[in-house]
């Protein structure tokens, strides 16, 4: 079993940064693969980035890509998601997920995922 707990979510300008946090419980975090998705009002659930299990392997949409970094460290049971060049149509309810399941490929979609925490507001005003 793994809690999940985003943080660190705001109102920023276009243009700017923004870390969110996952803070995990449990004991099989190293043991999962992990993502964060969004959701923007209106509009269905998205896979953001993924990270593997060691954080050797990270994986991005194409709409995040060259903007945001994923990272972990295992030994806080923590996971990253740095936003840089904010843009408006990145706001969203960004969610964290975990997945002790084993896939071929990089896991990105919502099923794969079997852990996810409630959800942190990201705002971009233009």
């Known amino acids: 079993q793994v809690q999940l707990v985003e943080s660190g979510g705001g109102l920023v300008q276009a243009g700017d940064s923004l870390r969110v946090s996952c803070a995990a419980s449990?004991?099989?975090?190293?043991?999962?693969?992990m993502a964060w998705f969004r959701q923007a009002p209106g509009k269905e659930r998205e896979f953001a980035a993924g990270?593997?299990?060691?954080?050797?392997?990270?994986y991005y949409a194409d709409s995040v890509k060259g903007r945001f970094t994923i990272s972990r460290d295992n030994a806080k049971n923590t996971v990253y998601l740095q936003m840089n060049s904010l843009k408006p149509e990145d706001t969203a309810v960004y969610y964290c997920?975990?997945?002790?399941?084993?896939?071929?490929?990089?896991?990105?979609?919502?099923?794969?995922?079997?852990?996810w925490g409630q959800g942190t507001q990201v705002t971009v005003s233009s």
């Open positions: 997920a975990a997945s002790s399941n084993y896939y071929n490929g990089s896991p990105t979609k919502g099923y794969q995922y079997d852990y």
């Open positions: 449990g004991r099989t975090f190293s043991r999962c693969a």
């Open positions: 990270i593997s299990r060691s954080g050797g392997s990270t």
